[in-house]
């Protein structure tokens, strides 16, 4: 019979080959994280009896902008594995990439200063914090895991992916490792908007169309308004040159974390500076400046659109009367058809139409 | 344009009787044609949410192509407007100041009252129709209206479109033109413009669908297809039923008065 290893060793040699056969397909993964995260199945129900996955599947991970950063840049609490209940991830907090224009350490904390500012801040002009502190958004309500769109531009042409030419001009000198990669992605991935316009607006619509969330905050259904509108209609038609939510609601050569309320003077869609917003070179540059008159979000109620509300009711109250009045008449004529000759009130039953061809012949056509 | 058509033709042992000239058939089809295309390009942007809407918008050249379409539909439809309007017009000139001239009765007065002796302008007989149909319909009577040359259902139909033209083509060249427009006239015109535009059409495609439809397809004599649209004649059958006094009439300036058939209402073999 055969000596079996000692079920310790035969344990610990599983470990060991698991290890040695999972080397880390990215470079980040110091720690061999994926050894455990990459089963489908990782998961847990938390304590507020919430469904969490914490499978992490590789593919999407190496496309997306993170994908150079190490585990631990994000997660810093975690120093060894198996690991306890990590914290929730601090997106302003320094990680390990080198930003190349300053040398310095990346952090988002910029962004987060500048989302403070807009009017998804917490805090107030004063400092004070805001009523309904839990409905201001954080990063995490808006992003998820981006992905990279590169795209190619050759000839004129613009083809989604990572062009083979453009980077081959990079290799020439950034030959080592990824960087030529990396950075074309980087830069072309932002030469276009990294979502549809209907994945801008379903993220919006994520509060803004809330009932409660609006009601709370006093706030029209822009969404459904910007819907009804040729902007809107192109989006739903998966238009991706259509402008959404930010188009118009970002501060000029700001990005997407400066949205500010209308009331506040340097807004885009301050009364004074929405007609240079709708006039941007890629927009209605030719429009005169009466075009800010245009009523974009549009609820159709009767004292803030009064206009509005009466054209529809007279337009509606219209197509009623014509509709009704006719589809009423085929409908008793068809049923007439049934019975063509009943009546109430039989008249007699005359022959007459000798009689009658002589009236029209004298022209005595109102006699009949 | 001033060919003379046969008031009465025979096919078939059928007789049939004239109703539209080739240029007015053709009329027709310009109209019919862009407003059909109108309604493919332009109903997928008013209901985008639907299904259905995406398909058809991409099968009419989606966002880049569909609104091209629709815009030369469009120009097409007001240029033939125009053109009928101008049409009308002259037949009013020809065919009624030339002949109040020649009475030597042409002053304004009598020129704008020969405006209502138009074959398609309404009357008071199409008043008299529309609440005998009522009485007909309610079974308060058992003989259906006898109709002139042009019912009120017909004049109805053609009114239609003069409505609808002018209150769906300027807003429809508003939001063409909105950013040139901008700078003469407030930006609200073009949600007024809007509400124009997409309501009336509305209403304009669903009374097409629902009412012009039933006229010549849906109803049961009609379907699939009426032909006079195609042939300019009606036969005798259709003509007894819904222009009767015509029908006498131009039985008799034909020579053919002992053939009138009779309007055979009440009998058991009766037919709308």
Not at chain 1, 163 to 180: E, L, P, T, V, Y
Not at chain 1, 209 to 228: A, C, G, M, P, W
Not at chain 2, 100 to 112: C, D, G, M, S, Y
Not at chain 2, 115 to 141: C, G, Q
């Amino acid at each position: 019979m055969k000596k079996s290893l000692p079920i310790h060793f035969r344990y610990h040699l599983l470990i060991i080959i698991s290890v040695l056969f999972s080397t880390p397909t990215y470079s980040g993964d110091e720690l061999n994280c994926v050894l455990c995260h990459k089963h489908r199945g990782l998961s847990r129900i938390d304590e507020n009896g919430e469904f969490r996955l914490f499978y992490i599947n590789q593919e999407l991970f190496e496309s997306g902008p993170h994908r150079r950063n190490k585990c631990k840049d994000c997660h810093a609490d975690i120093n060894r594995i198996p690991h306890k209940k990590a914290k929730k991830v601090d997106c302003t907090q320094e990680c390990h990439i080198v930003e190349p224009s300053g040398q310095k350490k990346f952090s988002h904390k910029s962004v987060a200063n500048t989302l403070a500012s807009s009017v998804h801040g917490k805090l107030d002009k004063d400092g004070a914090p805001k009523e309904h502190q839990a409905d201001f958004p954080g990063c995490k309500n808006c992003h998820d895991q981006p992905l990279y769109r590169p795209f190619s531009a050759f000839k004129g042409k613009k083809v989604p992916g990572v062009s083979k030419r453009a980077i081959g001009r990079c290799k020439s000198c950034h030959k080592n490792g990824d960087f030529a990669e990396d950075f074309y992605d980087h830069v072309t991935t932002r030469l276009h908007k990294t979502r549809f316009p209907k994945e801008t607006i379903e993220v919006c619509a994520k509060c803004h169309q809330n009932k409660e969330f609006r009601e709370r905050h006093k706030l029209d259904d822009v969404i459904t308004s910007y819907k009804e509108t040729f902007h809107g209609k192109l989006m739903l038609l998966g238009s991706e040159k259509t402008p959404d939510c930010l188009d118009c609601h970002i501060v000029a050569g700001e990005n997407s974390h400066l949205i500010e309320s209308k009331n506040t003077l340097t807004s885009s869609v301050n009364k004074n500076n929405l007609a240079n917003t709708c006039r941007a070179s890629e927009c209605h540059k030719s429009a005169g400046a009466m075009l800010t008159g245009f009523q974009t979000h549009v609820t159709y109620d009767r004292e803030k659109y009064p206009l509005q509300f009466y054209m529809l009711v007279f337009f509606k109250a219209l197509m009623a009367v014509v509709l009704y009045f006719f589809l009423t008449l085929i409908f008793l004529e068809l049923l007439r058809r049934l019975f063509p000759s009943f009546t109430f009130f039989k008249e007699k039953q005359r022959d007459d139409y000798h009689e009658y061809v002589k009236l029209i012949k004298d022209k005595d056509l109102d006699n009949q | 344009m001033s060919k003379k058509y046969e008031p009465i033709i025979y096919k078939d042992g059928v007789r049939y009787f004239h109703r539209f000239s080739a240029h007015q058939r053709v009329q027709h089809v310009v109209l019919f044609t862009s407003v059909i295309t109108l309604a493919l390009t332009g109903f997928p942007l008013r209901h985008a949410e639907e299904a259905w809407a995406k398909p058809l918008y991409n099968f009419m050249g989606g966002p880049d192509v569909a609104p091209l379409i629709h815009r030369g539909a469009g120009t097409i439809l007001l240029g033939l407007f125009v053109y009928h309007t101008i049409y009308w017009i002259s037949i009013f000139y020809k065919k009624h100041l030339l002949k109040l001239k020649q009475e030597n009765r042409l002053t304004l007065k009598n020129a704008l009252l020969e405006i209502l002796n138009l074959e398609m302008m309404p009357n008071k007989k199409d008043l008299v129709d529309i609440i005998h149909l009522w009485k007909y319909l309610l079974y308060f009577t058992n003989r259906p209206p006898r109709h002139e040359r042009m019912s009120w259902r017909e004049k109805f139909d053609y009114f239609a479109p003069y409505w609808g033209i002018p209150i769906l083509g300027p807003a429809g060249v508003a939001l063409w033109w909105r950013d040139e427009l901008t700078h003469y006239v407030p930006g609200i015109v073009l949600n007024a413009a809007y509400i124009m535009h997409t309501d009336e059409a509305l209403l304009a495609v669903l009374f097409l669908f629902f009412v012009h439809w039933y006229n010549v397809h849906y109803a049961p004599e009609k379907f699939p297809a009426a032909t006079v649209w195609l042939t300019g004649y009606l036969n005798e059958h259709d003509m007894i039923h819904e222009h009767y006094n015509e029908y006498i009439r131009v039985m008799i300036e034909n020579g053919l008065e002992n053939e009138i058939k009779p309007q055979n209402f009440g009998g058991k073999e009766y037919e709308w």
